[in-house]
């Protein structure tokens, strides 16, 4: 077994979350709550727990859940490039490489590997406390600005602050992270 090298970057701020999204929904008490970051390096990072309610069997997350952590890691990194869109998955492969635990602080980052015109793609992994990559995506997004993902009027859009929609600081928030070096994956 070889040693791994590490790389860290730091976070410059976090994104937004909502009250209740399945993924990043801060109050929703049958969610991940997973809260995203923005990095030094252009990349999107979240650390997170998927609970036990999530299995597909016991001690090991649902396949599906840990797709969808990172569709949504993959589909937020857009928004450091060009703030106020946001990815809208039109195509999305992800390969799992090891079984992934629940109940396990786990780390996944993703990142924009092509971008132009209403499209781009990214790229992520989801990694377990060792550093050893559980699972690997590549997608494929429509750029949209929110108020044309979200339906609601136009007279309606100042709701999405009420329904919880906004960046937060709390205070055990990352100031960096810590992934094994492209080399080692």
Known sequence: MTNKTWESFSVTQPQHTSADCFICGVDNDSGLRARFFEL???????????????????GRAHGGVSAALLDEVIGRTIVILEPG?????????????????????????????????????????LFLPDGVVA?????????????RIVDMSDADQHS???????????PDDPREFRFPTLSNR
């Open 40 to 58: 030094e390096n252009g990349e999107v990072a979240t650390r997170f727990t998927i609970p036990e309610i999530h299995n597909g069997y016991p």
């Open 135 to 147: 699972a690997t995506a590549t997608g494929t997004y429509i750029k949209l600005p929110l108020e």
């Open 160 to 170: 999405l602050l009420e329904a919880g929609w906004q960046r937060r600081s709390f």
């Open 85 to 125: 869109v946001w990815g809208v998955t039109v195509e999305f492969t992800v390969r799992f490489h090891k079984p992934i635990p629940t109940v396990t602080p786990l780390t996944a980052r993703g990142r924009v590997t092509e971008n132009g015109g209403r499209r781009f793609v990214g790229v992520g992994e």
